[in-house]
């Protein structure tokens, strides 16, 4: 089912290399979501960080990003920046989850991210989901990857605002780090709202898209 409609979401997942990416990548868009739709089931799986500082921080934050919804949280320890080594184990993860949800959406990092873990999940995506809508997320990093969008989610600037601050509250291992800050998430959800006339907005990346425009 590679389509959306607005009235039809049920379920949602959400793929994540590192604690914190599914919340720099789509946590307004969960906010958005989650908050429209109490009782929406959302499962998330993240590759590293299990057993961590960091897997503890993950939850909080996806509780907070998925308000009121059904969430499931997965956290695995795969290490850090050496995922094209543990091919099969990210595929196990993968077809695992495959196997207890069929998600109306599927959030992961997108294709051309330069970030070797990042681009390492999202190329095992379609070999466990193969038929489903993918919205390829976007993460400011010092590689300077960003690119032209062609999805996009408007944020309301209270959203906007309170995806930075979950965001500070909830990922304290992060805070050292010189490009981990509110002005640079909220100066690229204003970018990415500009490209969409909204006041904010969080940027997607897509393949693939079934039109039901027959639909009533």
């Not at 599927?106 to 390492?120: E, I, N, S, T, V």
């Not at 919205?135 to 408007?154: C, H, M, S, T």
Request: proline content about 5%; hydrophobic content about 40%.
């Amino acid at each position: 089912m590679i389509s959306l409609g607005a009235g039809r979401l049920r379920s949602l997942a959400v793929l994540g290399a590192h604690c914190d990416d599914i919340a720099i990548g789509a946590g307004g868009t969960l906010l958005t979501i989650c908050s429209a739709r109490p009782g929406l089931r959302v499962d998330a799986l993240v590759l590293s960080g299990g057993g961590s500082e960091r897997e503890d921080e993950e939850r909080a934050a996806l509780a907070a990003f998925c308000p009121d919804a059904r969430l499931s949280v997965t956290v695995l320890k795969l290490p850090d920046g050496r995922f094209p080594a543990h091919w099969d184990d990210a595929k196990s993860a993968l077809e695992e989850l495959r196997g207890r949800t069929d998600p109306d959406v599927l959030f992961a990092p997108r294709a051309d991210d330069l970030h070797q873990d990042h681009r390492g999940l999202v190329k095992l995506v379609p070999t466990a989901f193969r038929d489903h809508l993918v919205l390829g997320y976007e993460i400011v990093k010092w590689d300077g990857d960003l690119a032209r969008p062609n999805a996009y989610q408007p944020l309301t600037p209270v959203l906007a605002e309170q995806k930075a601050d979950l965001l500070q509250e909830h990922y304290g291992s992060q805070r050292h780090r010189p490009w981990y800050d509110r002005e640079a998430f909220l100066g690229l959800a204003r970018i990415r709202g500009i490209e969409c006339n909204s006041r904010y907005a969080e940027a997607f990346h897509l393949s693939k898209l079934t039109l039901g425009l027959e639909e009533g």
